[in-house]
């Protein structure tokens, strides 16, 4: 089985993937149009890529089913649809998978360690985003395979927006540790990038929101 990459590593990559798609589209659009008038899956792809390049990769799956992680991560198999059902949770999927990677036996033996939502165009807290912090935090409260999930998104603004992203950012944090808090076996750190400003366009900046157990 090869060794797991360590948070840092993964965390960085996630970042990385987020700031080299932010890059590449304004690019694309002559530096006219920023990131969160792309398409959601170009973030998704470029971290996805970033993990790749990572020595020992783990196996990385986009939009996997949250029955599917929880198969492949609470002691029992068969138990997700009954842990599903106990913690009012629904299906759905996350943007970014990370399992271990090993030689398989068979098409039921994947072991999930990381679940990632990644999220464009993010400026203000947001009862959807929260939400997927929350099912974040219930997928952790147990005992599980999984070691830690990110809510990781971009952000942007024009040059003519009020409120700046270095008061926004702030509220949309402490909007996330309300939830968190609901959870007394996890905590939860952030992290970003510097806010990139570009003159007579407005700012950007992509951030981390990781839970894990204490």
């Known amino acids: ?3 797991f990459p360590a948070q840092k590593e993964v965390v960085d990559a996630v970042l990385q993937g987020s700031i080299k798609a932010a890059q590449n589209f304004l690019s694309w659009t002559n530096n006219r149009l920023f990131l969160s008038h792309g398409p959601h899956k170009i973030i998704s792809i470029h971290i996805a890529q970033e993990i790749a390049a990572m020595k020992n990769a783990p196996e990385i799956f986009i939009d996997a089913t949250v029955s599917d992680i929880l198969r492949c991560s609470l002691p029992d198999r068969k138990a997700y649809t009954s842990y599903m059902q106990k913690k009012k949770i629904t299906q759905g999927t996350f943007s970014i998978t990370l399992d271990e990677r090993f ?6 033996d994947s072991v999930s360690k990381v679940i990632v939502s990644v999220r ?3 400026r203000n807290p947001k009862l959807e985003y929260s939400n997927d912090v929350e099912v974040i935090c219930k997928m952790l409260d147990c005992e599980t395979t999984l070691d830690y999930g990110i809510f ?3 952000s942007d603004l024009s040059q003519n927006a009020r ?5 926004r950012i702030p509220e949309l944090i402490k909007s996330f540790d309300v939830v968190v808090k609901k959870f007394p076996s996890l905590k939860a750190t952030f992290v970003s990038s ?3 400003r570009i003159e007579d366009s407005g700012e950007w900046l992509t951030g981390c929101y990781i839970v894990e157990p204490k």
């Open 163 to 167: 409120k700046k992203l270095e008061k």
């Open 152 to 154: 990781s998104f971009y």
């Open 120 to 122: 464009n165009g993010v």
């Open 1 to 3: 089985m090869i060794k």
């Open 103 to 108: 030689e398989h036996k068979n098409d039921e």
């Open 194 to 196: 510097d806010i990139q």
